[in-house]
């Protein structure tokens, strides 16, 4: 059974930085393609961008780039995902989500990081 | 990359079918057969529902379908039950090699 299992609450102040996880189990790390997706209070989802698990490649959605990095320790089937330069507009649940790779849809979710940026 | 088009809101009655819009372009939707559907529950992470246009994950109930004409998703709810309420969003591959979903639809059973 896949389970995808993601970081704490975080609340950070206006241009800080956050570094939220993804831990995978129940499945071969490297055959996956992990998503992360964002939802802001009461909003829809956004994608953000994901990242091969098998050779750390990645893709942004053109509106994070230069502001997020998606990163991976294959030795602990984990993800990251760094947001910078927060805003209060980056207050958020982050989702991660896994993608086999090469089907292009995600059939298992994390649970969700509520990412909070207030002064 | 702009939001996939949806709906704000589709209500039926029970036993009833809907069919939920999503309009792209043929950089996204029309492009690729690669659109999919999640069903989200307030407070809950989102399940998917439809996969490549039309095909259903095991477990997920006979009576959700999708189809696609041109730039135009579309997912079918038919036999409409208390549980179908929920948010519906698509989600399409790009030729950006990047994916975008749509704005959402609240479907609502009355």
């Known amino acids: 059974q896949v389970q995808l299992v993601q970081s704490g609450t975080e609340v950070k102040k206006p241009g800080a930085s956050v570094k939220a996880s993804c831990k995978v189990s129940?499945?071969?790390?490297?055959?996956?393609?992990i998503h992360w997706v964002r939802q802001a209070p009461g909003q829809g989802l956004e994608w953000m961008g994901l990242i091969n698990a098998a050779n750390g490649g990645t893709s942004y959605a053109q509106k994070f780039q230069g502001r997020v990095s998606m990163t991976k320790a294959t030795s602990t089937s984990t993800v990251y995902m760094e947001l910078t330069s927060l805003t209060s507009e980056d207050t958020a649940v982050y989702y991660c989500?896994?993608?086999?790779?090469?089907?292009?849809?995600?059939?298992?979710w994390g649970q969700g990081t509520l990412v909070t940026v207030s002064s | 990359q702009s939001a996939l088009t949806q709906p704000a809101s589709v209500s039926e009655s029970p036993g009833q079918s809907i069919t939920i819009s999503c309009s792209g372009t043929?950089?996204?939707?029309?492009?690729?057969?690669?659109v999919s559907w999640y069903q989200q529950h307030p407070g809950k992470a989102p399940k998917l529902m439809i996969y490549?246009?039309?095909n259903r994950p095991s477990g997920v109930s006979y009576r959700f379908s999708g189809s696609k004409s041109g730039n135009t998703a579309s997912l079918t709810i038919s036999g409409l039950q208390d549980e179908d309420e929920a948010d519906y969003y698509c989600?399409?591959?790009?030729?950006?090699?990047?994916?975008?979903f749509g704005t959402g639809t609240k479907v609502a059973v009355l």
């Open positions: 129940g499945d071969t790390f490297s055959g996956n393609h």
């Open positions: 043929s950089s996204d939707v029309g492009g690729y057969n690669h």
């Open positions: 490549d246009v039309n």
């Open positions: 989600s399409s591959y790009t030729s950006s090699n990047t994916y975008v």
């Open positions: 989500a896994r993608e086999p790779s090469g089907t292009y849809n995600c059939d298992k």
